[in-house]
């Protein structure tokens, strides 16, 4: 089949307005999508995630929306697990200290999703019980075909896998590993996180049927679409991240508490110091540094240095902390703090969920230094800022909170 239109972190349908200029945007129901009829049963996916979990009720919702038209409803996961260990033969290819791990990102697919959606020979080395590896995690620590992966599952116990394909990282939705449901039960990762609707011929009345059952995007509910229109606000996934920020090997504390390696922190992270002419202090990713003093520095020239409330940053905001997401807990994903490679500001008034209180001309310059936004999270989180190397102002996305104004920035 080669390379997929399905990809697990594609952007989302989310067709709200926002006022260019003011703090937040307005909230109101947004248009339908007026996408073109295919006729391909897997020509197209639509994926309805929700980071703590679906729950039953949900599910029974997805499964009779996806039924009346003739389609098919995939439960899916998406999980962090420790890995500790790669081997070849007798020989160590890669192996932490004691104590320690390194965050491995795995997506976990039904043999539906992965055969028709992503790959035949996926599905097949998933059904044989091996897994499968992204291009730029192998790449990374030198593994291959044939190694044998060891991953920590609940309660940390160790479990062997053996590599059985390597994949382009769009493959796995940008992950470290993708595995079948069985084998991620074998670890304890049973949290249903998404399902991915498929099979269906007529994409408008498959999204109509699912915005009148009330799954839109928001704070409940994140909804991507195969045809969705890159994103501004799409992060890069943990294969994707490690590549341009580096792996560190932590250790998790009985409570909870994340210790990354000193000699990972000396090599990436930048000592805590001011801004330059702004007053701004944090520890960043030394790759992350300049752009954050870049997109400071704009806010500056452009006079809304005033809407920064950098008292509030100092204490509360800033680049590196290391710790797990607040939705995931200690079987899930370490944020992106844990990198040094998001900053957060102004996090007194942008609390996790609600409205973002973030003057839309500040997210736009900070797009332009190449960040994603939180506002437009599932939850919603406004006082992040996340680097994805790459300018993001230039996108025209109805983004439901400050779209862009591509033309405006030249």
């Known amino acids: 089949m080669g390379k997929n239109k399905y990809v697990l972190i594609v952007v989302a349908v989310s067709l709200f307005v926002s006022w260019p200029s003011v703090l937040y945007a307005d909230t109101i129901n947004p248009p339908l ?57 007798k020989k160590v290819i890669q192996r932490l200290p004691v104590g320690y791990r390194v965050s491995m990102s795995t997506t976990v697919q039904a043999d539906g999703v992965v055969r028709n959606l992503i790959s035949p020979e996926a599905a097949d080395v998933l059904a044989r019980g091996a897994i499968v590896m992204g291009a730029s995690s192998a790449q990374l620590r030198g593994a291959q075909v044939g190694d ?33 449901p069985a084998q991620a039960n074998s670890m304890g990762a049973t949290l249903v996180t998404r399902y991915t609707i498929t099979g269906f011929t007529q994409t408008t009345k498959m999204v109509r049927a699912l915005h009148d059952a009330g799954f839109t995007n928001g704070n409940t509910y994140r ?32 409570s909870g508490k994340i210790t990354v390696a000193n000699s990972w922190i000396r090599t990436n992270i930048s000592p805590r110091v001011n801004f330059e002419g702004i007053g701004i202090r944090a520890a960043c990713h030394t790759k992350v540094r300049a752009a954050v003093q870049g997109a400071l520095t704009d806010v500056d020239r452009e006079g809304l240095l005033h809407l920064v409330d950098i008292r509030n940053t100092n204490a509360f905001g800033g ?17 992106r703090h844990s990198w040094g490679m998001a900053f957060d500001m102004n996090t007194s008034t942008n609390v996790q969920g609600g409205i973002p209180y973030m003057d839309c001309r500040i997210v736009r310059i900070f797009r332009r230094w ?21 300018r993001r102002d230039n996108l025209l996305f109805p983004s439901r909170y400050c779209p862009n104004v591509v033309g405006a920035q030249g």
């Open 223 to 254: 909804i991507r679409n195969t045809w969705d229109a890159p994103n501004p606000d799409a992060t890069l996934g943990l294969g994707l991240t490690k590549k341009l920020m580096g792996e560190f090997a932590y250790k998790v504390s009985k």
């Open 148 to 180: 044998v992966v060891t991953l920590l599952g609940v309660n940390d116990e160790a479990q062997d896998f053996v590599i059985g394909l390597v994949v382009d990282d769009e493959l796995v939705g940008e992950s470290d590993l993708l595995m079948s």
């Open 370 to 390: 190449g960040f994603a936004w939180g506002g437009n999270f599932t939850p919603s989180d406004g006082m992040h800022f996340e680097f994805v190397g790459e």
């Open 33 to 89: 999508p007026d996408t073109p009829e295919k006729t391909a049963p897997y020509e197209h996916a639509i994926s309805i995630s929700q980071p703590t979990g679906v729950k039953l009720a949900t599910k029974k919702r997805i499964d009779a929306v996806a039924k009346a038209l003739g389609a098919e409803a995939y439960p899916g996961r998406a999980v962090n697990l420790g890995m500790t260990r790669v081997m070849r033969a």
């Open 319 to 335: 680049c590196f902390y290391p710790r797990f997401n607040r939705l995931a807990g200690k079987f899930g994903y370490l944020s």
